[in-house]
């Protein structure tokens, strides 16, 4: 499967910045476009209620922008200009993929600072969360707030201690939509049940299609996952130099980054909020997308 866009420029606005095609309103009929910035090939989609600060996603291992669930993205654009993109090497993005989440988040410097924002928020899902920690502490001039969803800090509890079944499953060759209903979700009926409702959304999208992420890919993300997890943080001091405003989130039950790192995250940032949702795991945001996206539009708005 091939990218059918190719549109490398847009109009710029007032402040410098890329205008929001108002074409596009909702998530399902975004188009992808593409960057080029320090010799990467970015690719993103860029949708939503202008707004001079964005909110750019940071997606999950393996993940590319057709992971989002557009039921949460479309509410969240109706408040603000809402960019997806692939990172190095994923998916659609040119170049080879980096092995650390701090390499990564450089990269996102890049990509961020060619749509020619000096500013934008950000949402960093998963190993997409660690790698907003490091542009919280690497680029801080670059951040006004940050969301922190189903993700952990450096050294943090159980995150390469999950059950083998769990780390097989989620390092298949090919990955099967039905896999996300036992990696994301509660065994639960209800919690099921929204599962599936959210593939079933993710399968309403049909332009532009993305090719899955490379082995490569999937090998560099799963060192630096490791690492983070292996690497010690005493005290979690590096989290103690992170001053802006944070929102943690996760499920009440996360087997992919257990969720009492995402206490340990509130406990030790200066400035942050936490919300835990019920009968839940690490796909907590697309079993409740709409509260979720209403949580996030108060916690930026204020």
Same mark, same amino acid.
């Given at each position: 499967?091939?990218?059918?866009?190719?549109?490398?420029?847009? &109009?710029? %606005?007032?402040?410098?910045?890329?205008?929001?095609?108002?074409?596009?309103?909702? /998530?399902?009929?975004?188009?992808?476009?593409?960057?080029?910035?320090?010799?990467?090939?970015?690719?993103?989609?860029?949708?939503?209620?202008?707004?001079?600060? =964005?909110?750019?996603?940071?997606?999950?291992?393996? +993940?590319?922008? %057709?992971?989002?669930?557009?039921?949460?993205?479309?509410?969240?654009?109706?408040?603000?200009?809402?960019?997806?993109?692939?990172?190095?090497?994923?998916?659609?993005?040119?170049?080879?993929? &980096?092995?650390?989440?701090?390499?990564?988040?450089?990269?996102?410097?890049?990509?961020?600072?060619?749509?020619? /924002?000096?500013?934008?928020?950000?949402?960093?899902?998963?190993?997409? +969360?660690?790698?907003?920690?490091?542009?919280?502490?690497?680029? =801080?001039?670059?951040?006004?707030?940050?969301?922190? #969803?189903?993700? #952990?800090?450096?050294?943090?509890? +159980?995150?390469?201690?999950?059950?083998?079944?769990?780390?097989?499953?989620?390092?298949?060759?090919?990955?099967?939509?039905? %896999?996300?209903?036992?990696?994301?979700?509660?065994?639960?009926?209800?919690?099921? *049940?929204?599962?599936?409702?959210?593939?079933?959304?993710?399968?309403?999208?049909?332009? %532009?299609?993305?090719?899955?992420?490379?082995?490569?890919?999937? #090998?560099?993300?799963? *060192?630096?996952?490791?690492?983070?997890?292996?690497?010690?943080?005493?005290?979690?001091?590096?989290?103690?130099?992170?001053?802006?405003?944070?929102?943690?989130?996760?499920?009440?039950?996360?087997?992919?980054?257990?969720?009492?790192?995402? /206490?340990?995250?509130?406990?030790?940032?200066?400035?942050?909020?936490?919300?835990?949702?019920?009968?839940?795991? $690490?796909?907590?945001?697309?079993? /409740?997308?709409?509260?979720?996206?209403? $949580?996030?539009?108060?916690?930026?708005?204020?």
């Amino acid at each position: 499967l091939g990218i059918t866009s190719a549109c490398l420029s847009l &109009p710029q %606005d007032g402040s410098g910045t890329l205008s929001v095609n108002s074409s596009a309103r909702n /998530y399902e009929l975004v188009r992808t476009q593409f960057i080029e910035s320090n010799g990467t090939r970015y690719a993103y989609r860029r949708f939503g209620k202008e707004s001079a600060v =964005p909110l750019v996603l940071f997606q999950h291992f393996r +993940g590319s922008m %057709d992971n989002w669930d557009p039921a949460l993205l479309n509410t969240l654009a109706q408040e603000r200009t809402v960019i997806a993109f692939d990172n190095k090497g994923v998916s659609s993005s040119s170049g080879t993929t &980096p092995d650390s989440f701090k390499a990564m988040a450089d990269d996102a410097a890049e990509f961020i600072s060619g749509l020619g /924002y000096k500013k934008v928020d950000i949402l960093g899902f998963s190993i997409g +969360g660690a790698v907003a920690q490091e542009l919280l502490l690497n680029h =801080p001039n670059l951040v006004r707030k940050a969301v922190l #969803a189903g993700t #952990a800090p450096q050294g943090g509890e +159980g995150l390469n201690e999950r059950r083998p079944e769990i780390v097989a499953l989620a390092t298949r060759p090919s990955s099967e939509l039905e %896999d996300f209903l036992t990696l994301f979700f509660e065994p639960s009926e209800s919690s099921q *049940k929204l599962g599936r409702a959210f593939l079933d959304r993710r399968r309403q999208r049909a332009v %532009d299609p993305e090719p899955a992420s490379s082995p490569q890919t999937m #090998a560099a993300q799963g *060192k630096a996952r490791r690492d983070w997890g292996a690497i010690p943080d005493p005290g979690f001091q590096r989290l103690k130099r992170i001053e802006h405003p944070v929102l943690v989130a996760n499920g009440s039950n996360d087997i992919m980054m257990p969720t009492i790192n995402s /206490y340990i995250l509130f406990q030790n940032l200066q400035n942050a909020q936490l919300a835990l949702y019920p009968d839940s795991g $690490h796909g907590f945001l697309f079993q /409740y997308p709409e509260l979720f996206a209403q $949580h996030v539009s108060i916690f930026l708005n204020n």
